[in-house]
Structure formats: structure tokens, C-alpha cells
């Protein structure tokens, strides 16, 4: 099962798309939605809280701490976050385990299950980049909402499709959500 866990940084586009694309690859999710992540929702798209929990298999409520999903016990293979605030990416960095989307960050990181963090912010500032490479020094994985431009995408969507298709890729699933790289010129 992978866990995405959706914090209050803009673009829930990405884990909308990441969600459905796990769907139709017959993979199981549960998702976590932070009380910030509600508001954007709520203004970037017009999804609601009860149409996300109809295309995962398991919702977990983002403030239970008593939840399964908080213990090292629960099965699960990895969490992706995405988008990934920085008020969330501190307190996974800092061990701060305040909510069922940090307490299993941690619980990925201390057991070793693989993490991927989408952060989604710009400029960055230095404490940003510190936080990022204390995780990455853990084994976990950052990989940020940057689209390429390679595949000449024709809408927002297709730019989407390819941070989903990296995602997937870094989770080791076969994917064809985007055009992946060839030179032109090899033929």
C-alpha cells in the first residue's frame, strides 16, 4: 500500500492525479489530508473531501494520533507527500511528529520504508534547503515539483503528468504518464 499524504502547499493537482494513476494501476493508497490541505483544496479545484475518499482505500484522519497508520505495526510500503509544505518538511526534518502526516513520515524514515517528499515552493531559503538534505541524509527523497519542458506539453495537465510519472518511478511502477527523453537526433 502507499500512503499519500496531501499538507497545505499549492498544487493538490499533483496528488489528485497521483491518487487516480495508482487507482488505475490497481495499487492500493490511503490518503491523509492536512486541516491547511483542506482549505487549498478547496480553493485550487472543486474536489472535495469526500470525492478523494472515494478513490483511495483507506482515508486516515490527519489529526487521530491514536490511528493505526502512526504505528511502525501498520503494513504499508511507502509515503509520498505531495505537495509537500515547508511547515511539513521542518517538522519531518526536526523529528517533529505532531500529526498522523509527520508521525508516519517518521515512522518511513526510523523503519527504513521508502519516503518521497514533493516539495512545492519558491524561492527557497537556506533553512529549506537544510531541512531537505537532513532527510535526504536519511534515505529520504526529495523531489520537487519541476516539470520538464522536453516533452513540449500542451496544458497544465500533461506538466502535472510528468511529476506523477516521476513519482511513479522513483516507487519502481511501470508508468506511461508522460513522454519520456530521446535525442532527436539518434533516430
Do not use: Q
Request: contains cysteine; hydrophobic residues 40%.
Amino acid at each position: 500500500m502507499i500512503i499519500v499524504a496531501i499538507t497545505g502547499a499549492s498544487g493538490i493537482i499533483y496528488s489528485l492525479k497521483l491518487i487516480k494513476a495508482l487507482k488505475k494501476l490497481n495499487i492500493k493508497t490511503g490518503v491523509i489530508v492536512s486541516n491547511s490541505a483542506k482549505l487549498v483544496l478547496e480553493y485550487e479545484t472543486d474536489i472535495t473531501i469526500e470525492d478523494i475518499k472515494s478513490i483511495t482505500n483507506y482515508y486516515f484522519e490527519f489529526d487521530d494520533i491514536s490511528s493505526s497508520i502512526n504505528s511502525g505495526s501498520f503494513k504499508f510500503d511507502s509515503l509520498v507527500i505531495v505537495p509537500c509544505s515547508m511547515k511539513t518538511l521542518s517538522a519531518i526534518a526536526n523529528s517533529y511528529g505532531n500529526n498522523s502526516i509527520t508521525r508516519v513520515a517518521d515512522v518511513c524514515l526510523k523503519e527504513r520504508r521508502e519516503l518521497i517528499l514533493v516539495p512545492r515552493e519558491t524561492p527557497l531559503r537556506t533553512a529549506h534547503l537544510e531541512n531537505m538534505l537532513k532527510i535526504s541524509k536519511e534515505g529520504g527523497i526529495i523531489l520537487p515539483s519541476m516539470p520538464a519542458f522536453y516533452h513540449n506539453p500542451k496544458n497544465i495537465d500533461e506538466l502535472c503528468d510528468f511529476i506523477v510519472g516521476k513519482i511513479l518511478d522513483v516507487l519502481k511502477i511501470e508508468n506511461n504518464e508522460f513522454k519520456r527523453w530521446t535525442n532527436k537526433y539518434e533516430g
